[in-house]
């Protein structure tokens, strides 16, 4: 087994790869420079064809490293499945699609398909029948279309297992291992999981090949992020988080709570004071919580508040602050939690609060990180900057999207050529397939909104409306 150390892994040129210039050229444009410890580590023996089981932390960049191996193994003149990904949820399903979809724009017309549960089979199979190069899809809607003979797998080379923890916390082993069986032999298989379980081992055995285990260590390199605690009453414990949001101003924060129920609390204190705060927890709709993550991903939500769970697989960029709201009692999943602040080389700040009865779970989470906690007093928080916290962005909400062949040039072209708005003007553009959602600045929003339900979108009129809590 290779163990890589994210701290002291020389930063590893993608050139060093047997990669097509147009795929390092594609990898610079999407700011990709050097590889992440998960790549340099998995990527030279996948690109040799080998079966690969590897675990490093979320947000450590392993969709690319699978990508990459799925898409030099394609060939884009066969117009047949070539490759599988099984993923856990139709959101990280969606995530994983979108990531492929970048990485291959390097070649012309690489078709790749969602299969997924929750969505009506009959739109599954007219895409199906038009063809596709890459299918993504959960474990159970995969076997369905399987057992109705919609998908078929001759021509395939390249199996993936993403977030294979998970599907397993899911009870989908026997689906999974149903679905290995239907595939060609002669195929490379990758698996990619967060944590690595006993379950995993018994995963592989089934079905891989002489796979070579590659493992990046879970802590965290802890240099960069700034972690500060603050002791607090329970009944201090909400109040304190908006003081917090108020003095440092993060950008973009996310809040973990142990419960729901504090989720939704906290979420409604921090509105009240006319911050723009969003909860995602378990029992969301899909459509709910997709507008929650493109919300906040998008930049016109300051403080996502979650619980661990929800927060599972969630693929944000760049966090400036995480606040742990109350104290975990794992300390593994405190480090998960912190770790999504400073990534990338930026540095990350993490701010604790902690009540005297929580003082056994710190004590936990000292020893684990080998060091102790820097204290501060909450007398120290005061507010700086003008206001509430408020984001720059807002999100409007376009009725319609990929089904009706809308492209997030359609929407930067209407918005820019035809009515005039700078580019900086408007932020990220997310097309689902039955909605569209467009960032764009706070002070123009209502105007642009109100303009575009009069305007067209590729010449048909389309139907607007802003997010806004
Ligand atoms: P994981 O699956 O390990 O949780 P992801 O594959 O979702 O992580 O990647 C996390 C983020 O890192 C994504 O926003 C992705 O675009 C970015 N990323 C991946 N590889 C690189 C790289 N080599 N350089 C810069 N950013 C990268
Ligand atoms: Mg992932």
Redesign the pocket.
Known sequence: MTTVSPIDSPAAD?SQLPLTPAMLAN?QQ???????A??AASLPAALLGKDIIAQ??????????FALTLLSNLNPRRFAVQTLVLCPTRELAD?VTT?IR?LARAEDNIKVVTLCGGVPLRGQLATLEHGAHIVVGTPGRIMDHLERGSLQLEAMNTLVL??ADRMLDMGFFDDIVKVARQCPKERQTLL?S?TYPEGIAKLAAQFMREPVTVTVEAQHAGGQIEQRWYQVKDSERLHAVSQLLLHFRPASTLAFCNTKAQCRDLVAVLQAQGMSALALFGELEQRERDQVLVRFANKSCSVLVATDVAAR?L???SLAAVINVDVTPDAEVHIHRIGRTG??GESGLALNLASMNEMGSVGKIEQLQGRESEWHELAELVPTGKGPLMPAMVTLHIQGGRKEKIRPGDVLGALTADLGYTREQIGKINVNDWSTYVAVDRDIAEQVASRLNDGRIKGKSVKVRVLED
Not at 30 to 36: A, E, I, N, V
Not at 56 to 65: I, V
């Open positions: 993608f990898l999407l700011g990709y420079l050097s590889m992440t998960i790549q490093a932390k979320t947000g450590s960049g392993k969709t690319a490293a995530q990531e970048r993403d977030e990619f967060a697989g693929d944000i960029a990534r990338a």
